[in-house]
């Protein structure tokens, strides 16, 4: 038996980056659901001892790892990348890897199991997007981080385990994915012929023509993205640049908040409560601010049939848990009549 593979793998023909994760569940949404003590959800206020140490909570009351949480953000279950260790980043001819190193966090945005984001109250989708900003501002302090993306899944179709408790996850990445990097490049043409930045150039195409706007305030345009991926994705994106979303102030994740509850009710009502992913697209890590990057939050109803989950659309890296040394030996010893 093979040892447990567990790092990223850069695929030299498009450039882009697997995660191999071999010591994962094999059994279809087994680290998806969080079972606890009698059955419970572990999730749920009262089993905070059931789960890894708590990184990070907004609190009523109580102390650390006990009830009177708001929001609460631990270590992931089942981490796809871990925090021990060191990169050890290598070559094997025309093949690059790296050891499987990150972070992967779980941000559980209500202490109430069935209460989906829409229907929180306004100013807790504002703790949990204070939440996802203190641990965007934590993760960068890591060297070896390069990027960082959080996106919560609701719904089966959109890989969420059935009847899970409402949560987001946060991932830090020792790479930056292959579409951020695509997007920076780009803006940075856009900048280098303009002096502006294309999504500002968007918003106000966007705002003169008025046929994509779902919403807009003093703060934030909510759209439909002109090339849009998929039927009613939706960004809402911050009228002022700004590259990363941890540098946003306070009134501007307020209103960001707002906008998310908003649009989340309206996609409700109008699509019979669609399952979706939700993402926050942020600029890669780096000091200063890029004047050519422009951050937003993304969501994607997920009323099609069409691959992928939060995880691959928030960071680009597939998830594989088979190694394909593993998956060759497989094929070799199969049975053929």
């Known amino acids: 038996m093979e040892t447990a593979v567990r790092e990223l793998r850069r695929d030299p023909v498009t450039g882009g980056w697997v995660i191999i994760a071999s010591d994962l569940s094999r059994e279809p949404g087994e680290f998806l659901r969080h079972p606890g003590s009698n059955g419970k959800c ?22 650390p790892n006990e009830p009177g949480w708001r929001v609460r953000v631990i270590p992931n279950f089942s981490p796809v990348l871990r925090v021990e260790g060191t990169l050890d980043a290598a070559a094997e001819g025309p093949y690059d890897r790296m050891n499987g190193i990150g972070a992967h966090e779980i941000l559980v945005e209500s202490p109430v199991h069935d209460r989906g984001l829409a229907d929180l109250a306004p100013d807790r989708v504002t703790d949990v997007l204070f939440a996802l900003r203190e641990r965007f501002v934590d993760l960068r302090r890591d060297g070896r981080l390069r990027y960082i993306a959080a996106f919560k899944n609701q719904g089966e179709a959109a890989g969420a385990a059935p009847h899970g408790h409402g949560q987001w996850q946060i991932v830090g990445l020792p790479v930056v994915p292959k579409r951020v990097l695509a997007e920076a490049a780009n803006g940075l043409r856009h900048y280098a012929a303009h002096d ?41 994106v911050p009228r002022a640049h700004g590259s990363h979303f941890e540098n946003a102030p306070q009134h501007v994740l307020e209103a960001a908040a707002g906008a998310v ?46 691959a ?8 680009d890296a597939r998830v594989n848990p088979t190694a394909p040394e593993e998956a060759a030996q497989f094929l070799r010893e199969a049975l053929v009549d």
């Open 42 to 63: 572990r999730l749920c206020p009262g089993e905070e001892r059931s789960t890894p140490p708590e990184l990070l909570a907004f609190r009523d009351s109580g102390g």
């Open 196 to 236: 502006r930045c294309v999504v500002c150039d968007l918003l106000q195409r966007e705002v003169a023509d008025a046929r994509r706007i779902i919403a807009a305030d003093n703060h934030f345009l909510v759209i439909a993205p002109y090339a849009s991926r998929v039927p009613f994705e939706t960004w809402i």
């Open 261 to 306: 509850r908003a649009t989340l009710r309206r996609m409700n009502a109008a699509l019979e409560e669609p399952d979706y992913n939700i993402t926050v697209q942020s600029a890669p890590i780096q000091e200063g601010s890029l004047a050519h990057f422009h951050w937003r939050i993304e969501i994607v109803p997920r009323i099609t049939r069409d």
């Open 308 to 315: 992928g989950s939060g995880f691959e659309w928030g960071t």
